[in-house]
């Protein structure tokens, strides 16, 4: 497929309702690829599915939410109408279209190749879990603390 010199990149950011069931959630992932390929004609040069997330802040009632992020090339003209379309699909709650330049996308992909990659344990590296703390000793009981109110600063006694 030859590539159309009016193709510009941009880095697509989709917030999925979170479905309960994995087939729906293919399923809206592949109707979004299907509106940037097949209705605009653009590209998917990179695509990740991050997953299911949690949310600084309600969207739309939702705490949670299925992040999926599409590095893609489009022609800018199919920008507003992406945006329109996403707006009235139900199973998406939000849409950011960024415009990267070339040279930005070749230094993420450089520190992404540099970075280690995920292990099972996630990136606490060596560190143990929590519940891997050695005893504290003979630190013993904290023993009674008084109320917040009523501490005495040493000018009243």
């Known amino acids: 497929m030859s590539e159309s010199p009016n193709l510009t990149n941009y880095e697509c950011m989709v917030l999925f309702k979170p479905l309960a069931d994995i087939d729906d959630m293919e399923g809206a992932i592949k ?6 390929t097949d209705t605009h004609g653009g590209q998917i ?14 969207i739309k009632k ?8 599409a590095l893609a090339k489009l022609p800018p003209s199919a920008i507003a ?8 699909n139900d199973n998406i709650l939000r849409l950011s279209v960024i415009a990267r330049d070339e040279k930005l996308l070749e230094l993420r992909r450089q520190r992404q190749a ?3 990659q995920r292990t099972e344990r996630g990136e606490r590296g060596d ?8 005893d504290r000793g003979d630190r013993g009981d904290r023993g009674e603390r008084p109320e917040r109110g009523s501490r005495q600063t040493a000018s009243a006694s």
């Open 62 to 69: 939702f705490k949670d939410a299925f992040m999926y992020v």
């Open 45 to 58: 040069v990179e695509q990740d599915r991050v997953g299911r997330k949690r949310l600084s802040y309600p």
């Open 31 to 36: 109707a979004f690829e299907t509106l940037l």
């Open 81 to 88: 109408d992406i945006r329109a379309l996403c707006r009235i």
């Open 114 to 116: 540099r970075m280690p």
């Open 127 to 134: 560190r143990p879990d929590r519940g891997d703390r050695p």
